[in-house]
């Protein structure tokens, strides 16, 4: 049985060695962090699109469990004024919205049913160097272990060594000038919002949270900010985030200044990264998915179904072409352009985020806001964004 290499026990990681599994490949998987962590992470968007991937896998209904569905996004002013809701999710199809998950369940799905099926994972195994010889390529690993393998797929995410191993004129990852903030919060009294995310425009910022029935808040913020490495954020304290947070929205409506007096456990921060076009996707043995070529801001809420589905059209892809050099190119050819539409499409969203100075320019926003999202429910213009499925039965000879 030929052996996929699999750098990167994220999404993509899991995913894409369950789909090789079934498609006659052994995989073995490595990750660079320690262990798992319960909140690690804090929350995304699973897009309908990702969800078929996980039904593909018979994953969906197990990640559904600690799931808030969530097909509707309801915008507000700074002012409390209702600015339009807008579909997450097909529009006119709220039964198929997507989902909010903490990060961490999405990966332990996935990482469940690997373990399920054998599939070996290292943790601390971060990966410093590759080797490739004729018939095989090697990863070196920062603890002086190796592992060899007949391919080697990256998915390590945005600062991904393996995009670089592939072409070491690789873009970098461009910075967007904000950051996602955020954590989970207990605001008493304040009721659960089923099936909705509330999103405020507010005057110095923006907010977003969802009450889930058992009373638990998920908020984020996405204050513009001068770039800071991973580290630097990291040693910022929570309070110190917190207190930032409290100024920025204070004069929001109820309940944003609520939450972030009720904060509960960490906050986590992360710098906003984009990868709107790496040329090129693979070299040789080794291939890279998800995150590593196309980050995308958390905007349209896709990055991790955008990786979902990489990991099964690459298995699709060595399943059905003779050998790993025509895999790779058939991969990149059918995956890139959706990826690099979707980035663009994020980051147009973000851009409605970053909060200007200017009064005149907040009024304007607000009025202009409702009549931009008035038909937005019936709007189906991106409906091909949710809707797209990748059958595991079809050949990719037959797309
Ligand atoms: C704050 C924030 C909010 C987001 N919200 C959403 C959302 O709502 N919806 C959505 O779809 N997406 C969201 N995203 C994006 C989403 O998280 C990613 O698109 C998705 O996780 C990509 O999956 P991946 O497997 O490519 O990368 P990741 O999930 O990042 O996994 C990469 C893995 O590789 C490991 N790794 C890195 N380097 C090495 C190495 N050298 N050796 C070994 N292992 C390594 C990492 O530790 C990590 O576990 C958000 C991202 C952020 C930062």
Redesign the pocket.
């Known amino acids: 049985m030929p052996k996929a290499l699999i750098?990167?026990?994220?999404?993509?990681?899991p995913a894409v060695a369950l789909f090789l599994r079934r498609a006659g490949w052994e995989a073995e998987i490595?990750?660079?962090?320690p262990h798992p962590d319960a909140f690690g992470g804090?929350f995304?968007?699973?897009?309908t699109n990702?969800l078929a991937v996980l039904d593909t896998l018979g994953l969906k209904e197990r990640l559904l469990e600690d799931g808030h569905l969530a097909p509707y996004m309801r915008m507000r002013s700074g002012r409390g004024r209702i600015l339009g809701t807008v579909p997450n999710g097909p529009a006119g199809e709220p039964e198929r919205g997507s989902v909010v998950v903490r990060?961490e369940w999405l990966n332990s799905v996935l990482r469940e049913a690997t373990e399920r099926e054998g599939i070996p994972l290292t943790w601390g195994?971060?990966?410093e160097r590759i080797e490739e010889t004729a018939d095989g390529v090697t990863a070196h690993f920062a603890d002086g272990t190796r592992a060899t393998g007949d391919i080697l797929i990256g998915?390590?995410?945005?600062?991904s060594?393996t995009r670089r191993w592939i072409d070491p004129d690789a873009p970098e990852p461009t910075y967007s000038g904000l950051l996602?903030i955020g954590g989970f919060a207990r605001v008493e009294g304040l009721a659960p919002t089923p099936l909705t995310q509330h999103m405020i425009f507010g005057s110095r910022g923006f907010f977003g949270y969802l009450v889930r029935e058992d009373g638990t808040v998920f908020w984020f913020a996405n204050p513009a900010r001068a770039e800071q490495d991973r580290d630097e954020l990291r040693a910022v304290p929570s309070e110190t985030w917190i207190r930032e947070l409290r100024a920025l929205h204070a004069d929001d409506p109820y309940p944003v200044p609520q939450i972030l007096d009720n904060v509960t456990g960490t906050v986590g921060a992360?710098g906003?990264y984009e990868l709107p076009h790496v040329p090129r996707w693979h070299r040789g043995r080794v291939v890279a998915?998800?995150?590593?070529v196309h980050?995308?801001s958390?905007s349209a809420?896709?990055?991790?179904?955008l990786?979902l589905e990489d990991a099964e059209t690459l298995a699709l892809c060595l399943r059905d072409l003779p050998d790993h050099g025509q895999a790779f190119a058939r991969y990149q050819d059918l995956r890139q352009r959706r990826a690099e539409d979707v980035v663009a499409y994020s980051r147009a969203i973000s851009r409605q985020k970053t909060v200007t100075s200017s009064k005149l320019a907040v009024l304007l926003r607000d009025a202009l806001l409702p009549l931009f999202l008035r038909g937005a429910m019936k709007d189906t213009r991106n409906n091909h964004l949710y809707n797209h499925t990748i059958p595991w039965e079809r050949s990719v000879l037959d797309v």
Not at 7 to 13: D, F, K, P, R, T
Not at 30 to 33: G, I, P, V, Y
Not at 44 to 47: E, K, R, S, T
Not at 301 to 305: F, H, L, M, T
């Open positions: 750098i990167g026990g994220g999404v993509a990681g490595f990750e660079a962090r804090l995304l968007n699973v897009a990702g990060r195994a971060r990966l998915c390590d995410g945005v600062g060594p996602s992360y906003i998915m998800g995150d590593a980050a995308t958390p809420g896709q990055g991790a179904s990786a």
